[in-house]
């Protein structure tokens, strides 16, 4: 998770909702990794989760990817959620829950087993304080930046007045 967290930390700074996913085989040996990527690509389904999927899928000469893991900071989406069960991944490992989008039991629950033909181990919360504390950041200073250049903004509407004025 740990390496999942770096990758939403790379993500941060290019000004990406801070997410970032591993795919490890069995012995853990680190197969891809995925950061979010939906402003740089101009893709909604750009999300770490997708692009470490693809990047597995590639190495692997296959979509299928049964046996593997994958560790991602944020509860996966239902689009993420169903492209890891189209893949067939053993086991997902999320961080911190997300009660607005999340497909794992936050949300909605899509892992309940029979409720699709596919359903693969889901276990969350790990380092689900240190996950969040990295997305909460994240948004706090985003709203912060544009509560300072509205600020910015209506001052310069101010000043422009003055001086039309006289």
Sequence with gaps: MRLALDQARLAEQAQEVPVGAVVVDAAGTILAYGQNSVLRRSD???HAEIM???EAGRLLENYRLPGL???VTLEPCTM???ALF????SRVVFGAHDPKTGACGSRLDLTTPGLINY???VHGGVLAQECGQVLSEFFRKRRQAAKNQKQH???DVS???ESNSG
């Design 44 to 46: 909604p389904s750009a």
């Design 69 to 71: 893991t994958l560790y």
């Design 80 to 82: 993420c959620l169903g």
């Design 153 to 155: 903004s209506q001052q």
């Design 159 to 161: 000043q422009d007045g």
């Design 52 to 54: 470490a999927l693809r």
């Design 119 to 121: 359903h693969c181990s």
């Design 86 to 89: 189209h893949a067939r991944v």
